[in-house]
Nanobody, 124 residues
Framework: QVQLVESGGGLVQTGGSLRLSCASS????????MGWFRQAPGKERELIAA????????SYKDSVKGRFTISRDNAKTTVYLQMNSLKSEDTAVYYC?????????????????WGQGTQVTVSS
């Protein structure tokens, strides 16, 4: 099993930036595909960024392309989400998740382990 702990959320003004971190422990981090999800009130949880186990491939939801960047440091067993040019519609609880046995997870069902989430609030 994988334990994931997110940090870095908070309150930021429109146009601002935040960097989320997700520290992993348990299973060998370099074997895990990782993803960042978010869930706004009344909405379904959505995959916004994914990164392959080795870090060589990434994918993004269209609404965050060009603004968000996912990265990982396998030596530190941590995945990051750099969020720039934040908008009010980015307000949500953000979760990191791990997918075992996959090169990269593209669906919610691919992910086996989840963090507790961190709140991001963007105010106008």
């Amino acid at each position: 099993q994988v334990q994931l702990v997110e940090s870095g959320g908070g309150l930021v003004q429109t146009g601002g930036s935040l960097r989320l971190s997700c520290a992993s422990s348990g299973r060998a981090f370099s074997t895990l595909a990782m993803g960042w999800f978010r869930q706004a009130p009344g909405k379904e949880r959505e995959l916004i960024a994914a990164i392959s186990s080795g870090g060589g491939s990434t994918s993004y939801k269209d609404s965050v392309k060009g603004r968000f960047t996912i990265s990982r440091d396998n030596a530190k067993t941590t995945v990051y989400l750099q969020m720039n040019s934040l908008k009010s519609e980015d307000t949500a609880v953000y979760y990191c998740a791990a997918a075992s046995g996959r090169y990269m997870g593209t669906l919610l069902a691919h992910y086996d382990d989840w963090g507790q989430g961190t709140q991001v609030t963007v105010s106008s």
